[in-house]
C-alpha cells in the first residue's frame, strides 16, 4: 500500500525513478569558490561514495584523482527501461535553496511548491500538483521564465561491468545543454527503432545479461550561441548569434554486439531459408562469437541459362501466369516453380528456396518481371 505524500508515485516530484543513485556521472569538473567546474572536455567525471564501488571502478576506468573522482573518456552502460521518456527524463525546472520549486513543460505548470504550516508553526515547502499555465507558454526557448525554469535532463542507467557482475547500482547524469537534451532524446528512439530495443537484447546475449550494451563518449560539435550585451546592459541577447563549440554526450551501441546481431540475424535468415545450422555455431553465437556463422559451408546451386520463359512452358500457361501476375501483381507458388534466379534462370524442380521466391516477390513489386513478362508475351 502507497503512503500518500510519501510512496505514491503521483509526488515524486524530485525523486529518482530508480532509487537512490549510487553513482553520479558529470561532464564538468568540482566547483570552485569562483564558480561552476571547467568542462572536461572528452572526459566525464564518476563519483560515488560507496568505497566498495569506488574500488571496483577504478579497478575498471583507472585511479581516481586527488578528490576521489574517476575520470575516463568512455563508460560501458545499459538503460533500465525501453521507453526512452523514463530511460532520460526531460522537463523544464526551477530550483532555489529549500529544492525543487516548479515543474513544467512549457506549456502547463504541473508541480510546484506550496508553503503550508503545521499547527506549531513548522513551515513545509512540499511539491505538490497543479495545472496551471506557463507564464512562457508558446513563446521561444530564448525567453526566460519568470520562475527561473531551465531545461533539464536526466539520463539513468547502469553501469555494464558491475551490472554484469550483479551490482544494479543506479547511476544519473543530469544535463541541461539544449545539445545534450535535443539529442539524446532523438539518439534514443533512433535506437529502438533500429535495434528493436534499447534495453533487452532482442536475441540471447548471455555475455551482456540479455542486456543491450551501449557506451557513453563525448564529440566535439558546433554550436550557435546567443550574444549578449555588456553588463552595463544587463547581459541581454541582441538577436544575433556566433559560432561555438561544445563537448556534447554520445550514445553508441557496443560494435561488438552489433556484428553479433548482424550474426544472429544472418542465423534467422538461414533458418527460415531451411539451412541447416550446426550446433558449433550456435554454441558459439549463444557464446558472443560473432564469427562463428561466418565458417559455415551452404551448398550453392550453380545458375543456369538466362531463359525468361523456358520452351516447355506452354503458351496457355503462360498466357495463365501472365493473367496471374497482373491481375494480383504478385508471382504465385505455381509461377515461381517455372521461374527462378539467378536473374530469371529456368529450373524443373518443383520446389524452390525461400530466397529465391523473395527475390522474384521483390522484383515484382519493382516491376521488373512484369516489363519483362510483358516483352515475351506481345503475342497474345
Known sequence: MAIVGLTNKEEWSDRDILGRIEISVFKGARKSDRGAGKSLDERYRIVTNNQRLKKLLSSLYGAPDANGDILTDTINVVFPFDEPERTFETAMKAYSGSGLQVVCDRSIISQE?????????????????????????????????????????????????????????????TLRAYSDITYISSRLEALQSEIGSITNSPFPCFRTRHKVPFTLTRSEIEIKRPVVSSKQDGYKRTGKKADGKTWAVEINPDPDYMNLLQAWKLAEEMKAREISLPSTAIAGLLGGNAEAIECIDVDVIPPQSHTLMPSTITDKERKELFRVFVNQNQWTTEA????????????????????????????????????RLIEHTTEF
Open 113 to 173: 511548491a506550496v508553503e503550508e504550516r503545521d499547527r506549531r508553526g513548522n513551515i513545509f515547502m512540499p511539491v505538490k500538483p497543479c495545472n496551471k499555465p506557463c507564464p512562457v507558454a508558446g513563446q521561444p526557448m530564448g525567453f526566460k521564465c519568470s520562475k527561473g525554469c531551465s531545461p533539464t535532463g536526466m539520463l539513468y542507467f547502469y553501469i555494464r561491468e558491475l551490472f554484469e557482475c550483479s551490482l544494479m547500482s543506479p547511476c544519473k547524469m
Open 336 to 371: 515461381v516453380k517455372c521461374l527462378l534466379i539467378e536473374k530469371y534462370s529456368y529450373t524443373s524442380t518443383t520446389e524452390i528456396m525461400s530466397t529465391q521466391y523473395q527475390q522474384l516477390l521483390n522484383d515484382a513489386v519493382n516491376y521488373e518481371l512484369r516489363d
